[in-house]
């Protein structure tokens, strides 16, 4: 409830900005559309991020460790989401707005019973999304990661729950390497492979 | 915003009610708590819904081609979302609320080229969303589809969007079959695949 009782204090505050009562206050507003779910500690380690199975799902990037030698530097499901406010800036403008949160969880493959991963199903054989196990997040503030094209990367440890509770910045060669080498055109995002994202046919 | 509209004016509804200005209408509270997203038309057909990709999403299964002989049933990956008040409830009773709507959208594998239906990107060999292309959507309606444990089983179309715009309910052998001899005790829903559902950790 937290964004909607934001709202809702916004617009009494306009309202009664309206009727005379209070000041306007339009640095207030801004500040508030720039608000980001990013919290930071003195040390510049993240905090966890909360509440991501509830915001917008954007793709599915699956490789598993059956496909690459045993060795795949993700070998789960890749479920990738976005507050729905930084999709739509996303979709209007071609880049997120500053403390835009992407975050990546990761499932394992379930139960797999043949060498390249997959299982037999009813539905046929193939892939489904076994349990949790981990998080990596992407953080976008060109000041504060100004090094890696405004996005700083993280991982709250790949393994099932309990993430970790915090995460420092990972090194430009673990991450933002390869974000940057790629897909630096698309904000530094993977949209190739986010339908929502890259065709554009909205919700 | 339709929702959060209608939470306005039921909270505006409730707060006049409490100033003695409206009489308190407990009924219309309960109406609106099993609204469903599903609408029919006077010959039962089901009209494509919407706004569905801003829902919850649970989970993403994937038969491909590649892996069942180029005869799957569902060839790419079903992404399958379900609206927040109905997720919470399946969480607190173990049921759906009567006009759940789940909807499982089909999206193609992108480009394959090898013949497991994979290719390779800079994270690894494997699958990657491609063009969305078909949804099946499934509703709970205890009296309209007693026949087959209360669900309603709907396919828009497996083809590129634009979806059919409305749809027949599909004859058992087809979809509800499949679901009453694997899923009957989970009301009628494949949550071992769904973490969220499966696995009660929360958002």
Redesign the interface.
Known sequence: MQK?LGVSVLVVGVSLAAMGLFPSNTGRVAAQTQQSTAVFDSNGKMKLP?????W??V??????NG??NGK???PE???V?IE?KNVDAYLATGSFPEGTVIVKEL?RV?NPT?P?G?RK????????????NGIDVTVKDSKRFAATNGWGFFTFGHHP?PYDESATEQPVTVCAG?HI??VAATDMTWV?????LR?K???
């Open positions: 909607y909360t509440g991501y199975r509830a917008i799902f793709g599915a990037p699956l490789t598993p496909l690459n795949a530097n993700f499901y890749h479920h989401y729905k499932t379930l043949f390249d997959s199903e009813p539905s046929g054989r193939g892939y489904f999304n076994g349990e949790y729950l390869c080498a790629n190739q492979f986010y339908p929502l065709d046919k909205g919700y």
